[in-house]
Nanobody
Framework: QVPLVESGGGLVQAGGSLRLSCAAS????????MAWFRQAPGKEREFVAA????????SYADSVKGRFTISRDNAKNTLSLQMNSLKPEDTAVYYC????????????????WGQGTQVTVSS
Protein backbone atom coordinates (compact mmCIF):
# COMPACT_ATOMS: atom_id res chain seq x y z
CA GLN A 1 0.00 0.00 0.00
CA VAL A 2 3.01 2.28 -0.51
CA PRO A 3 3.33 3.43 -4.14
CA LEU A 4 6.68 5.16 -4.62
CA VAL A 5 7.87 7.74 -7.14
CA GLU A 6 11.51 8.87 -7.44
CA SER A 7 12.75 12.20 -8.75
CA GLY A 8 15.91 14.31 -8.84
CA GLY A 9 18.16 12.30 -11.11
CA GLY A 10 20.28 13.94 -13.78
CA LEU A 11 23.72 14.48 -15.26
CA VAL A 12 26.55 15.90 -13.15
CA GLN A 13 30.31 16.11 -13.35
CA ALA A 14 32.53 14.08 -11.05
CA GLY A 15 32.80 15.79 -7.68
CA GLY A 16 29.35 17.30 -7.97
CA SER A 17 26.19 16.70 -5.98
CA LEU A 18 22.62 15.57 -6.52
CA ARG A 19 19.66 15.14 -4.22
CA LEU A 20 17.17 12.37 -4.95
CA SER A 21 13.66 12.29 -3.55
CA CYS A 22 11.08 9.54 -3.23
CA ALA A 23 7.45 10.38 -2.59
CA ALA A 24 5.00 7.91 -1.10
CA SER A 25 1.33 8.34 -1.92
CA UNK A 26 0.27 6.83 1.40
CA UNK A 27 1.57 7.61 4.85
CA UNK A 28 4.58 5.54 5.90
CA UNK A 29 4.25 4.10 9.40
CA UNK A 30 6.98 3.62 11.98
CA UNK A 31 7.42 -0.11 11.36
CA UNK A 32 8.70 0.46 7.81
CA UNK A 33 12.27 0.69 6.61
CA MET A 34 13.00 2.68 3.46
CA ALA A 35 16.03 2.25 1.25
CA TRP A 36 17.82 3.27 -1.92
CA PHE A 37 19.18 0.69 -4.35
CA ARG A 38 20.95 1.24 -7.65
CA GLN A 39 21.58 -0.73 -10.80
CA ALA A 40 24.21 -0.01 -13.43
CA PRO A 41 24.05 -1.51 -16.94
CA GLY A 42 25.05 -5.16 -16.89
CA LYS A 43 25.16 -5.25 -13.08
CA GLU A 44 22.85 -6.57 -10.40
CA ARG A 45 20.80 -4.18 -8.33
CA GLU A 46 22.77 -3.28 -5.22
CA PHE A 47 22.02 -1.77 -1.84
CA VAL A 48 22.98 1.87 -1.28
CA ALA A 49 21.43 3.10 1.98
CA ALA A 50 18.49 2.51 4.31
CA UNK A 51 16.69 4.24 7.16
CA UNK A 52 13.93 3.27 9.54
CA UNK A 53 11.04 5.66 9.64
CA UNK A 54 11.63 6.98 13.17
CA UNK A 55 15.07 7.93 11.82
CA UNK A 56 16.95 6.19 14.64
CA UNK A 57 18.80 3.71 12.40
CA UNK A 58 20.66 4.02 9.13
CA SER A 59 22.83 1.74 7.05
CA TYR A 60 25.14 2.52 4.12
CA ALA A 61 27.04 0.53 1.56
CA ASP A 62 30.79 0.84 2.01
CA SER A 63 31.11 2.44 -1.40
CA VAL A 64 29.03 5.48 -0.41
CA LYS A 65 29.89 5.98 3.26
CA GLY A 66 30.94 9.54 3.97
CA ARG A 67 29.55 10.79 0.65
CA PHE A 68 25.82 9.96 0.69
CA THR A 69 23.27 10.80 3.37
CA ILE A 70 19.84 9.21 3.61
CA SER A 71 17.04 11.05 5.38
CA ARG A 72 13.30 11.13 5.69
CA ASP A 73 10.65 13.79 6.24
CA ASN A 74 7.67 12.41 8.11
CA ALA A 75 5.55 15.50 7.51
CA LYS A 76 6.07 15.35 3.73
CA ASN A 77 6.07 11.55 3.59
CA THR A 78 9.25 11.55 1.53
CA LEU A 79 12.63 9.84 1.44
CA SER A 80 15.77 11.64 0.28
CA LEU A 81 19.32 10.77 -0.71
CA GLN A 82 21.88 13.56 -0.69
CA MET A 83 24.79 12.50 -2.88
CA ASN A 84 28.04 14.46 -2.63
CA SER A 85 31.48 13.95 -4.16
CA LEU A 86 29.94 11.91 -6.95
CA LYS A 87 32.12 9.52 -8.92
CA PRO A 88 31.61 8.02 -12.39
CA GLU A 89 31.07 4.63 -10.74
CA ASP A 90 27.96 6.07 -9.06
CA THR A 91 26.27 6.14 -12.47
CA ALA A 92 23.17 3.96 -12.28
CA VAL A 93 19.41 3.92 -12.10
CA TYR A 94 18.48 4.64 -8.49
CA TYR A 95 15.39 3.05 -6.95
CA CYS A 96 13.63 3.72 -3.68
CA UNK A 97 12.09 0.79 -1.87
CA UNK A 98 10.20 -0.06 1.30
CA UNK A 99 9.89 -3.08 3.56
CA UNK A 100 7.95 -4.11 6.63
CA UNK A 101 10.50 -6.85 7.41
CA UNK A 102 12.56 -4.83 9.88
CA UNK A 103 16.14 -3.56 9.77
CA UNK A 104 17.17 -5.37 6.61
CA UNK A 105 19.17 -4.48 3.52
CA UNK A 106 18.61 -7.57 1.36
CA UNK A 107 16.99 -6.68 -1.94
CA UNK A 108 14.63 -9.65 -1.88
CA UNK A 109 13.02 -8.49 1.37
CA UNK A 110 11.81 -5.19 0.00
CA UNK A 111 8.14 -5.29 -0.95
CA UNK A 112 7.57 -1.95 -2.66
CA TRP A 113 9.60 -0.32 -5.42
CA GLY A 114 9.60 2.87 -7.42
CA GLN A 115 10.27 3.06 -11.15
CA GLY A 116 13.77 4.49 -10.76
CA THR A 117 15.59 7.69 -11.71
CA GLN A 118 18.76 7.91 -13.79
CA VAL A 119 21.94 9.36 -12.30
CA THR A 120 24.86 9.91 -14.65
CA VAL A 121 28.24 11.15 -13.44
CA SER A 122 30.67 12.25 -16.13
CA SER A 123 34.44 11.99 -15.72
Amino acid sequence: QVPLVESGGGLVQAGGSLRLSCAASGRITSNFVMAWFRQAPGKEREFVAAINWPGTWTSYADSVKGRFTISRDNAKNTLSLQMNSLKPEDTAVYYCAATSSGLVIARSLYEYWGQGTQVTVSS
